[in-house]
């Protein structure tokens, strides 16, 4: 629901522009909007985010369903300004690393990485949008601002954030699920199994793989191949760099 501000955004997420007050009269005084969506980031962590619901929010704040829509006009509101309290603020001092973009855009992704772990919630609300609120904003001003006097275009240096950023959130997601699984799996040889079942003629290079042990290298740091990947991709954007000053 939108108003004729000028911005077009719901009431909720102005306030947390602080464009407006964030409290509304009621028979409530001690509920406000930070509570609510504390109230839900909570939840979410303890439960995940199918146990969200307004109802359910209401219910652990005690009030009445009805009071929550005085501060916020529909859940969808609700999700945006809870994602935005999981990630927070990126670490200060490290927008504009003086050892280089590859180094900043390098810590900026492990820093996604480590707040997507922390809040694995998160993972569960689908990207509907670009980022439009203020901390979402601080992670892409701290991506930008690595590649500063890149020789990248304005829209080269958004791709490049895009592109991490769907990176990291993707490997979150991947060993976030492997974690929940491992008990299950803790016997479980991925490689073992498949060389049981698959056709040698059929499927050369995945046996070939198999065969030299890189499919059940358990021994490899848990996050090594995030790094293999995060560095061929800052491979690439140094190669752009390159075309972009020649």
Request: aromatic share 6%.
């Amino acid at each position: 629901m939108s108003d004729d501000s000028g911005t077009g955004l719901p009431a909720s997420l102005e306030a947390a522009w602080g464009m407006r007050s964030r409290t509304s009269p009621g028979p409530k005084p001690g509920l406000t909007l930070e509570r609510i969506v504390e109230t839900a980031v909570q939840l979410a962590a303890a439960e995940g985010m199918a146990a969200v619901s307004m109802v359910r929010i209401a219910k652990e704040l005690g009030v009445s369903t009805m009071a929550l829509y005085r501060y916020v006009a529909a859940k969808d509101e609700l999700v945006d300004l809870m994602v935005d309290a999981g990630i927070g603020l990126p670490p200060t001092g490290q927008g504009d690393d003086p050892t280089g973009w590859r180094q900043g855009l390098s810590r900026w992704a492990w820093d996604y990485l480590t707040v997507l772990r922390r809040q694995s919630w998160i993972l569960q609300v689908p990207i509907t949008g670009p980022p439009i609120t203020p901390n979402q904003i601080a992670w892409l001003e701290r991506g930008l601002a690595a590649l500063r006097d890149t020789g990248l275009t304005e829209s080269e240096k958004l791709s490049v954030i895009m592109l991490l950023s769907g990176f990291v959130r993707n490997w979150a997601s991947l060993t976030v699920s492997t974690a929940q699984a491992g008990d299950q799996r803790a016997t479980f040889r991925y490689g073992s199994t498949l060389s049981k079942l698959l056709d040698e003629q059929r499927f050369p290079a995945v046996s070939a793989a198999i065969a030299a042990g890189a499919i059940d290298d358990d021994q490899d740091d848990a996050d090594a191949e995030f790094t293999f990947g995060l560095e061929r991709i800052l491979d690439g954007i140094h190669v752009l760099m390159r075309k972009r000053l020649t």
